[in-house]
């Protein structure tokens, strides 16, 4: 793979099949799966390049750049992180295993993030996370994120904090921990409208909180549309 990348001038498009070493750089280049089990094996960085249709990587960076029809699985500390301007459409990214503390299923750092058609499933920390940056989300669902033994009181859906901004049409935000939803600090905004956000678990060990809402220091929260049901503690708590 690293010999077909370095050969490539933006504009390319290279054809994968099967699983091969991941670890690239892709600057305006983009990587199309041809099978089922098409895949990169140790990630990729997108510098306006792009991975599409069929395939799965381990971890993804964009600092400019788009994912189509890909599954992010089995990363340590970020399944996709943005620092750039980004675009994801019919992505999935699970399974992720904070090792360290991490293990964000996407984490939006200050960078851009456009997505449509996004499944966020079963990784650990926080779901969707989003610092400074700002994202929108045109149908997502957001389940079952776990704590890691670095946070045990984790487990939350949407997370915005340090004047970001995230923004969700048609959301459905279940079974998570702690919190749903959480939004932190003066200048974010938590936009939401057609939103399910239910069964949200308290914390692992000590089944302590488990809201559906919680927001303090001064974040904008704007639902519309939005139903929060059988959450554990309450629907919404404001500090």
Sequence with gaps: MAAAVAAAVPGDVIAVRGKVDGGVVLAGIAVVGTCTDSGLDGGATLRGGALLA??????????GGSL????VRGAAEVGVRVTGAGA????????????????????????ALMATNLTIW??????????????????????D?????????????????????????????????????LAA?????????GAYVADTLGNEGTNTFGDGLTAFDGADIRLSRTWLHNNRNSGVTAV
């Design 54 to 63: 069929r395939s799965e990587v381990g971890a993804v960076e964009i600092e």
């Design 68 to 71: 189509r029809e890909v599954v």
């Design 88 to 111: 994801l459409r019919d992505v999935v990214v699970a399974d992720t295993t904070g090792p360290n503390g991490g293990g964000w299923g996407v984490f939006v750092e200050s960078g």
């Design 122 to 143: 079963r990784n650990t920390n926080v779901g969707l996370r989003v610092v400074g940056g700002r994202a929108e989300v045109d149908g997502v669902v957001v389940a």
């Design 145 to 181: 994120t776990r704590p890691v033994a670095a946070a045990p009181f984790r487990g939350r859906g949407l997370q915005v904090e340090q004047g970001g901004t995230l923004v969700a049409r048609a959301a459905v935000v279940v079974r998570n921990r702690n919190s749903a939803l």
């Design 185 to 193: 600090d003066q200048g974010s905004v938590l936009d939401l409208d």
